[in-house]
């Protein structure tokens, strides 16, 4: 059964950084994309990064400029580096990952960007 654990989420003052990963367990096969999601209180679910294979990558416009994400396929992980973060910016930041027409998530980090 395929898992995904975020990790890395926590509590940061605005202009900070921070760095969210996900780790996939329960497959040896290899994602064709993974990417990042994030859901704020009252607001739908919304694309943050995606990328698909190695090196095609897909940001939000709000992020752009500010967020990087990168994967190591060979351990089925992807990361997130958030830098200068506002408080708009504060969510849950979920993990989705794809194997064909299969789509996984997980449960979910909690951003909190605030003095």
């Known amino acids: 059964q395929v898992q995904l654990a975020e990790s890395g989420g926590g509590l940061v003052q605005p202009g900070g950084s921070l760095r969210i990963s996900c780790t996939a367990s329960g497959t040896r096969f290899r994602f064709s994309t993974m990417g990042w999601y994030r859901q704020a209180p009252g607001k739908e679910r919304e694309l943050v990064a995606a990328m698909i294979g190695d090196r095609m990558t897909n940001y939000g416009d709000s992020v752009k400029g500010r967020f990087t994400i990168s994967r190591d396929s060979t351990k089925n992980m992807v990361f997130l580096q958030m830098n200068n973060l506002q408080h708009e910016d504060t969510a849950v930041y979920y993990c989705?990952?794809?194997?064909?027409?299969?789509?996984?998530w997980g449960q979910g980090t909690q951003v909190t960007v605030s003095l």
């Open positions: 989705k990952a794809r194997i064909g027409s299969n789509e996984f």
